[in-house]
C-alpha cells in the first residue's frame, strides 16, 4: 500500500516537473533553424529558396555582395536567401534572431546580414522593416539592427528608425549576434554579451512591434533599401519565439555555431513522453 502511495506521488510529481519544462521551453522555443547543409527549415517548414549567386558550400551560405532590392520590391538581383512568409507566421510578440557569419573586411559599408520587410518603400513615412548589417558607414562603423514600423515606433520623420549597435563586425573569425524582443524593448547581444557600443543593445524601447508583418525575408541581403548583400559566410540561421535570456545567449555562444543550447520543441517532447514511460515500465512491474 505504501509503494503505491509512494507511486501516485511520484506520478503527481513528474507530471508537475513535466508541465514546468513544457512552459519553460514555450517561453523561448526554436522554431526555425537554418544550418546551409541544405536550404531546408530544420525545425519547422518555412524552407529557404537561393537567388542570384548565392551558394551553399560547406555548411554555409555564400554570398559576395552585389546589390539587393529597390524599394522594397524585389526586383533587384543581388545574391541571398529568401525564407518563406511562414517564418514569421504567428509571431506577433517576443521572439530571437540568432546569426552566426563572417564578413570581410573593409568596404562596402552596410552589407545585410538579413532583411524583414513589408515590401513598401523603406524611404516612406509608413516603411516597415529590421535590417542587420556587420558594419554601418560612419564611425565608429558599428554592427548592428535598424527597425522601424511594424506595429511599433512610426516613423517621425523620413529617414528615421530605431537603432541597436554593437561592435563593428568585418573582422577575422565567426560572429554571433542575437536581437531578442520581449514585447516591449529590443536588446542587441555581440558573441555572447550584450552590447554597449555605440548606442548600445538596449533596451530600447518599442512596444507593439509585429514581426508577422514583415514577410519579406532575406539572408545575406534583401535589405529593401538598395544595399548590397553579405560579403561573406552565414553559417547558421535561427528564429525563436520568446526572448532569449542573457544566459542563453551566452550558453549558445559557448556551444558554438553547430550547436543549440535552447531545445527545440520535439526535443521537449520526447523527454516527456519518455519520463511517463518510465514511470509506466515501474507500475507494470508492480
Known amino acids: 500500500m505504501l509503494e503505491k502511495l509512494n507511486y501516485q506521488w511520484a506520478v503527481v510529481l513528474i507530471a508537475i ?53 529597390v524599394n522594397g520590391t524585389w526586383s533587384g538581383t543581388g545574391p541571398r536567401m529568401t525564407l518563406d512568409p511562414s517564418a514569421v507566421a504567428g509571431i506577433t510578440g517576443a521572439f530571437s534572431i540568432e546569426d552566426w557569419f563572417t564578413c570581410t573586411t573593409g568596404w562596402p559599408k552596410y552589407d545585410s546580414c538579413y532583411a524583414l520587410s513589408d515590401g513598401s ?12 548589417v556587420p558594419v554601418r558607414g560612419y564611425n565608429p562603423y558599428p554592427s548592428g539592427v535598424n527597425v522601424v514600423g511594424a506595429g511599433g515606433i512610426s516613423r517621425p520623420a523620413v529617414g528615421w528608425d530605431l537603432g541597436m549597435e554593437g561592435i563593428y563586425l568585418d573582422t577575422p573569425g565567426v560572429h554571433q549576434t542575437v536581437l531578442t524582443y520581449d514585447g516591449n524593448s529590443f536588446r542587441y547581444y555581440v558573441d555572447g554579451v550584450l552590447s554597449t557600443f555605440g548606442i548600445g543593445g538596449g533596451p530600447v524601447s518599442d512596444p507593439g512591434f509585429n ?21 561573406g559566410s552565414t553559417y547558421d540561421f535561427r528564429i525563436y519565439s ?14 558554438g555555431s553547430d550547436v543549440v543550447g535552447i531545445p527545440e520543441p520535439g526535443t521537449i517532447a520526447l523527454l516527456v513522453v519518455g519520463i511517463f514511460g518510465l514511470l509506466w515500465v515501474r507500475f507494470r512491474k508492480n
Open 242 to 255: 520568446g526572448a532569449l535570456s542573457a544566459d542563453q545567449v551566452a550558453t549558445n555562444f559557448a556551444a
Open 211 to 231: 514581426l508577422s508583418t514583415l514577410p519579406n525575408i532575406g539572408i545575406n541581403g534583401g535589405s529593401p533599401f538598395n544595399d548590397p548583400s553579405l560579403t
Open 121 to 132: 518603400d523603406p524611404g516612406s513615412q509608413s516603411a516597415s522593416y529590421l535590417l542587420a
Open 17 to 69: 516537473v513535466s508541465v514546468a519544462l513544457v512552459s519553460s521551453a514555450n517561453a523561448q522555443t526554436l522554431v526555425h533553424r537554418y544550418d546551409f547543409n541544405t536550404t531546408n527549415d530544420s525545425v519547422g517548414t518555412a524552407n529557404g529558396t537561393l537567388v542570384g549567386t548565392a551558394s551553399l558550400a560547406g555548411g554555409a551560405l555564400v554570398t559576395d555582395g552585389g546589390k539587393g532590392t
